[in-house]
Nanobody, 120 residues
């Protein structure tokens, strides 16, 4: 079973923008939520943003107002537009898909992660 695949991470200066994208695996169906989480060195993983089938979204307190999550209508891709980035946004960002597969049933499926570094 293939994990979701993230793209778009990299190095950006403070105040800059990045757009992360994630494509779900063809093995996952019945997707009802997609999201982005991040983990900085020495810290716990935290929710950045989630989007649910039907369009409802929620955002982590530390990023609210600076990021926007979106997905296509079939929920095969999820994007995260991040603006006004600060060094504290530096972390590995993970895509998470809530859905089902024949192998695991209903579960959360995680990508391998993409590094975002905000530095001058």
């Amino acid at each position: 079973q293939e994990p979701p695949v993230e793209s778009g991470g990299g190095l950006v200066q403070p105040g800059g923008s990045l757009r992360l994208s994630c494509r779900t695996s063809d093995d996952i169906f019945g997707i009802y939520a997609m999201g982005w989480y991040r983990q900085a060195p020495g810290k716990e993983r935290e929710m950045v943003a989630r989007i649910f089938r039907g369009g409802m979204t929620n955002y982590g307190k530390s990023v609210k107002g600076r990021v926007t999550i979106s997905s296509d209508s079939s929920m095969t891709t999820v994007n995260l537009q991040m603006n006004s980035l600060v060094p504290e946004d530096t972390a590995v960002y993970y895509c998470m898909i809530s859905g089902s597969s024949l192998k695991k049933g209903s579960s959360e499926y995680w990508g391998q992660g993409t590094q975002v570094t905000v530095s001058a």
